[in-house]
């Protein structure tokens, strides 16, 4: 009888065929969903409504993994919630086989491959990079260091627009209380070395966009690090007569979605002079005050725009003197959930409702454009649901396959397409890519930290 160590156990796992090897399970036990490629072997599986991701790999590793997913959850750090280690797995021989580390499938999340399925947008790859410049600064600020930075090992959401990541493999992973300068570099040289193969990869394929050189990328992402990681930890030094610059810093973290928490300011003995640094920030303003004040849980990105139509509905419903929480839930009986509502029961799964609300607001403001006059919000959604929702893939649980491309294995994306040439997936590290030229622009108005300065200056 194998053996479970969790917190938490389903009771519904146990009956699992355990002493089957992970690549030989029954498909009845399995669902199709996208992910990238592993040196593991990775599988899904639906228990009731339910849906786990499961993972062979030695057991130290699994249970070092097990145990720091466990403690950047209890950080709130975007990462994939760990459900267990199965250990002490034997096939009906006796032959002992690799314990596997059970994960819950993140809903709503896609790997970067297969937001790249068709080819994809310069902005979009620009959006991704932004999520994942993130998602390192945070994980470094708690002291994490990843020790594999990559976008296989990473999972991102849609936020209103744009992405959110998360950490998906923490494998190699160490939790400090502190990152010197040295280990951060580490993981920024890793960081370039996986991604420079990955967009490389993504280019052999054709599925980069030809103005977007995996070198520039590389060097871009680096960039980004260091702007952000500079814009939350730097000392700043000012006079007195320039104190509206403490709260323009707060604002501007604020702006990248980080809460200050603390600030240290010291001032030289004539007060002449103050110094100001961020002593705890975290990411998460704009969430943790929309599920305080209603209760929904969203991505930062979404959670602002819902604020900026909650701050719409106070000033159209001329409440602007009114205890927020009241607004709050009129805006949430009132506005959101009448939209969602409205969306039938059997396309729910194609976007979570933060989301769905987001695309319903931006498909308003264009019909209220070609209209001369402000449309309303339900009939707005109603025609979004008929015009827009029915056409878009099922992402609560996306399959990957589709007309054109049919996957070999369909529980096993890692094994390609059925009319590929390779047997495995294409690796340029053993295929030998060369390198491109380096001379393609890269669009450099998104994470813009500047913009932000001049902004909160005025």
Not at 28 to 49: E, K, M, Q, T, W
Not at 386 to 414: G, H, I, K, Q, Y
Request: charged share 30%.
């Amino acid at each position: 009888m194998p053996r479970f160590v969790s917190a938490r156990t389903d009771s519904r796992l146990i009956v699992l065929p355990w002493p089957v090897p992970l690549e030989d399970w029954p498909t009845d036990n399995l669902v199709a969903l996208p992910r990238g490629i592993s040196r593991h072997v990775v599988r899904f599986v639906r228990v009731g409504s339910d849906i786990y991701a499961v993972k062979e790999v030695l057991e130290h590793l699994a249970l070092h993994e097990y145990r720091l997913l466990r403690d950047l959850t209890r950080l709130d750090v975007p990462s994939v919630e760990p459900v267990g280690v199965v250990t002490e797995r034997f096939d009906p021989d006796g032959v002992p086989l690799d314990p596997v580390l059970v994960t819950k499938h993140l809903q709503f999340s896609l790997p970067y491959r297969s937001l790249f399925h068709r080819g994809v947008r310069r902005d979009t790859v620009n959006r991704l990079v932004d999520a994942m410049v993130v998602l390192l600064a945070r994980l470094h600020l708690i002291g994490f260091l990843w020790g594999d930075v990559s976008l296989s090992n990473t999972l991102f959401r849609r936020d209103a627009g744009s992405f959110a990541a998360y950490l998906v493999d923490a494998e190699t992973g160490e939790l400090h209380d502190e990152l010197t300068t040295g280990q951060r570099e580490h993981d920024l040289q890793i960081a370039r070395t996986n991604l420079f193969g990955e967009f490389c990869d993504l280019e052999a394929g054709g599925l980069l966009d030809a103005a977007l050189d995996p070198q520039t990328l590389v060097e871009t992402i680096e960039n980004r690090y260091r702007e952000l990681w500079a814009e939350l930890t730097e000392v700043e030094e000012f006079d007195g007569s320039e104190m509206h610059r403490i709260e323009s810093r707060v604002r501007r973290l604020n702006a990248l979605g980080f809460d200050v928490a603390e600030l240290d300011i010291v001032t030289d003995f004539g007060g002449s002079t103050i110094r100001i640094q961020p002593k705890v920030v975290d990411a998460g303003h704009h969430s943790r005050r929309l599920l305080r004040l209603t209760g929904l849980d969203t991505e930062e990105n979404q959670a602002r725009r819902l604020l900026n139509d909650l701050d719409y509905f106070r000033a159209r419903t001329d409440q602007q003197n009114a205890d927020e929480a009241v607004v709050a839930h009129q805006w949430l009986t009132q506005r959101f959930e009448p939209v969602i509502t409205t969306i039938p029961d059997d396309l729910r799964g194609k976007l979570e409702p933060a989301e769905l609300y987001h695309e319903i607001l931006e498909h308003r403001w264009f019909m209220s454009e070609a209209a001369g006059r402000e449309v309303d919000i339900v009939k707005a959604a109603e025609d979004y649901v008929a015009t827009v929702l029915r056409t878009l893939p099922d992402e609560a649980v996306a399959v990957t396959d589709n007309e054109s491309m049919e996957l070999a294995n369909p529980f096993d994306p890692s094994q390609g397409f059925v009319d590929d040439d390779w047997e495995k997936p294409y690796d340029p590290w053993e295929d030998g890519v060369e390198e491109t030229p380096d001379d393609a622009p890269v669009r450099g108005d998104f994470l813009d930290i500047e913009a932000l300065r001049r902004k909160a200056r005025g």
